[in-house]
């Protein structure tokens, strides 16, 4: 069985395998819902903030969420920081990691009782990531160094990261970005947490950031995977699209069967 979201492009054979393992599913009347947890889990150069009207949704929807601040001062630091947060949420929850955000969950989620990894146009943590182009030519252009720290062109950001964005919110959202460091994030196969965990992939079709292609190519080691013709940050721009899916409905609503 296939799913796409929004009418997003059919054929592929990557797009949708859905499982029928632990997913908590939103039923078709939107009655109740069995996610009671959620810790969301920011990219690279963003903070805990991008994650603010997802929040607001999944609390409306009755979800208790956290999203975590990343120090953004080294892969270690950050994975201590997401399984500190993980651990604080009890069990049980579902953990959401955006693009960079990707790695950090699939390091800081092992062994630990989670319910369901999510990625949003994300890297595994494989070591066959590195097989694939890791930013699109748009974002490798707007990419600075500065001593030990790679920064992005906030001008150029607004455009690679947020295109589904009007120019005001997104040059807004561009200048909250922060520096990464040189440091690469190194996760070996055997702590990749998604050999234990059921997983989603959300590919993001219209990514300026991350190719679709390559995020394909990163899915196919998820339980299930969803194509979305969204920008590199539905979390800013579809916020409330995005708390659906997360809790294992359809941005309408109406559940995923």
Same mark, same amino acid.
């Given at each position: 069985?296939?799913?796409?979201? &929004?009418?997003? #492009?059919?054929?592929?054979?990557?797009?949708?395998? @859905? /499982?029928?393992?632990?997913?908590?599913?939103?039923?078709? &009347?939107?009655?109740?819902? %069995?996610?009671?947890?959620?810790?969301?889990?920011?990219? !690279?150069?963003?903070?805990?903030?991008?994650?603010?009207?997802?929040?607001?949704?999944?609390?409306?929807?009755?979800? $208790?969420?956290?999203?975590? $601040?990343?120090?953004?001062?080294?892969? !270690?630091?950050?994975?201590?920081?997401?399984? /500190?947060?993980?651990?604080?949420?009890?069990?049980?929850? =579902?953990?959401?990691?955006?693009?960079?955000?990707?790695?950090?969950?699939?390091?800081?989620?092992?062994?630990?009782?989670?319910?369901? @990894?999510?990625? +949003?146009?994300?890297?595994?943590?494989?070591?066959?990531? #590195?097989?694939?182009?890791? %930013?699109?030519?748009?974002?490798? !252009?707007?990419?600075?160094?500065?001593?030990? $720290? *790679?920064?992005?062109?906030?001008?150029?950001?607004?455009?690679?990261?947020?295109?589904?964005?009007?120019?005001?919110?997104? %040059?807004?959202?561009?200048?909250?970005?922060?520096?990464?460091?040189?440091?690469?994030?190194?996760? /070996?196969?055997? #702590?990749?947490?998604?050999?234990? =965990?059921?997983?989603?992939?959300? +590919?993001?079709?219209? &990514?300026?950031?991350?190719?679709?292609?390559?995020?394909?190519?990163?899915?196919?080691?998820?339980?299930? +995977?969803? $194509?979305?013709?969204? &920008?590199?940050?539905?979390?800013?721009?579809?916020?409330?699209? *995005?708390?659906?899916?997360?809790?294992?409905? %359809?941005?309408?609503?109406?559940?995923?069967?």
């Amino acid at each position: 069985m296939s799913c796409f979201i &929004d009418g997003a #492009e059919r054929g592929s054979k990557s797009a949708c395998r @859905l /499982s029928r393992d632990r997913w908590p599913r939103r039923p078709l &009347d939107g009655t109740s819902c %069995t996610v009671t947890k959620v810790v969301l889990i920011h990219g !690279a150069w963003h903070g805990a903030w991008c994650w603010d009207g997802v929040v607001a949704e999944l609390q409306h929807r009755g979800v $208790e969420a956290a999203a975590v $601040e990343l120090p953004l001062t080294g892969f !270690a630091e950050d994975v201590a920081a997401a399984r /500190s947060a993980i651990q604080a949420a009890g069990g049980d929850a =579902i953990v959401v990691g955006h693009s960079y955000g990707g790695r950090v969950i699939t390091q800081a989620a092992t062994g630990l009782p989670v319910a369901r @990894l999510v990625y +949003v146009a994300a890297f595994l943590g494989d070591p066959r990531d #590195e097989d694939v182009p890791a %930013t699109s030519s748009l974002l490798g !252009a707007s990419l600075l160094i500065d001593g030990l $720290e *790679l920064r992005v062109d906030p001008q150029a950001a607004a455009a690679v990261f947020y295109g589904d964005a009007d120019a005001q919110a997104a %040059t807004a959202w561009a200048a909250r970005l922060r520096p990464m460091p040189l440091e690469g994030p190194s996760v /070996s196969d055997a #702590e990749a947490a998604w050999r234990s =965990i059921p997983s989603t992939y959300l +590919v993001c079709t219209n &990514d300026q950031a991350l190719p679709p292609v390559s995020q394909r190519k990163m899915a196919a080691n998820a339980s299930e +995977v969803i $194509e979305w013709p969204t &920008d590199h940050s539905p979390f800013l721009t579809r916020p409330a699209e *995005l708390a659906e899916l997360i809790v294992g409905g %359809t941005p309408d609503g109406r559940g995923r069967r």
